[in-house]
């Protein structure tokens, strides 16, 4: 049986467009969470927080133990072989046991909670600043796509307007000269196309470098943060506030740690006096107690208490930092919505003269220069008021993200 070729073309006509809509619809993009997520799988930087989770881990379990450091065995050989070679012979095994002084366990514990809390904050903070790399990424993707629809829209206008003028000079309303002044204009167009399509391209490329995605993120606004001052949480003083914690508790430790370890000695001793004699056997037990000097333990403490003093300069600096970025955040938003409405006046003032210095070039009252000057502010106007509008959202996100507003 034979198909009719009508019947294959309406096939076509149908199926193809319904394959293309279903093949969009599965491939619906990301929200901007689950672009930063990709991006910070991608970058392999969560090694970071589960080595640090690691090593407090082990910490942990070195300091829930019931010995403070690895055992030894002591081992002790006499005899007077080389001197009287009467037979004399002592032979002492020891295994030596250090032990915890008393608050070294718990100082031990803390550094090992330490490193687990900021581990979880370290991966809070790399998530954030991924979320700002993204950001700014996409944003760069939405401003240069948007410039290059502006330039291709004003290209096609200068061609529209070519193919008139070339109409006019052909009944000899218009001079050749004007027809080589719009070809000028469309060859600068075509240039300003050019530049456009290249930037969007490097911008495109890097945001498929860095979150290997294809498509932006959506929705591309974000609505304003529920807060509006710099929060207790906010990752980059939380990472600070970590940071010092660590410090702090390897003060403390380094404190404890003045006296030293006692070792506890269980051990055994076999002698003979002379060749032949009976040997006898004894059980020992020792106790080896540090005297703990402080000029001994100083260096360690006093580098310690440098490491915090550090620390906490750098949490304060945080702070200060974290302000700074909110502050400058916050006029920039509002410098771009001021920036907006008067692109929109200004636009709406081009458009209209456009529309004047078009009805007047068709009416012959003016030349093209004029009308050329009027689309070039227009477009101009145009171009601008796009810009602002994603200068708007970029300086809504840029302030979510000193705010401290992680996408989920």
Sequence with gaps: MKTHPCFKQVALNVLLPLCLVLASTAASADTLGQVISEALARSGEQALGNSLRQQGEAVHRQSSGFLAADPSLNLNYLSDQFT?????????????????????????????????DQAEVLDLHQRWTMAGRVREQVWEVVLTE??????????????????????????????????LTIRQEVAEREADVGDARSAHRIALAGYRQLTGQMALPEPLYEPPAPVTELPPGHPRVQQAQHTLALAQAETVQARRSRAGTPILGIGGRNNREFSGAKSDDAVQIS??????LAGQSAPAIASAMRTQTEQDVALQQARLTAEQALLSARLAHQGAEEALNLATHREALARDALHMAQRAFDLGETDLVQLLRAQALARSSALDLEQRRIELGRAQARLNQALGVIPE
């Design 287 to 292: 106790l080896t107690l540090p005297f703990g």
């Design 84 to 116: 009287d070679d009467e037979g004399f012979r002592e032979i002492e095994a020891t295994i030596e046991l250090p032990l915890w002084w008393q608050g070294q366990r718990g100082a031990r514990q803390e550094i090992a909670q330490a490193l687990t």
């Design 146 to 179: 948007a410039t290059l629809q502006q330039m291709n829209l004003a290209l096609q206008t200068s061609r529209d307007l070519e193919t008139k003028v070339a109409r006019l000079v052909a009944v000899g309303e218009l001079a050749q000269f004007d027809l």
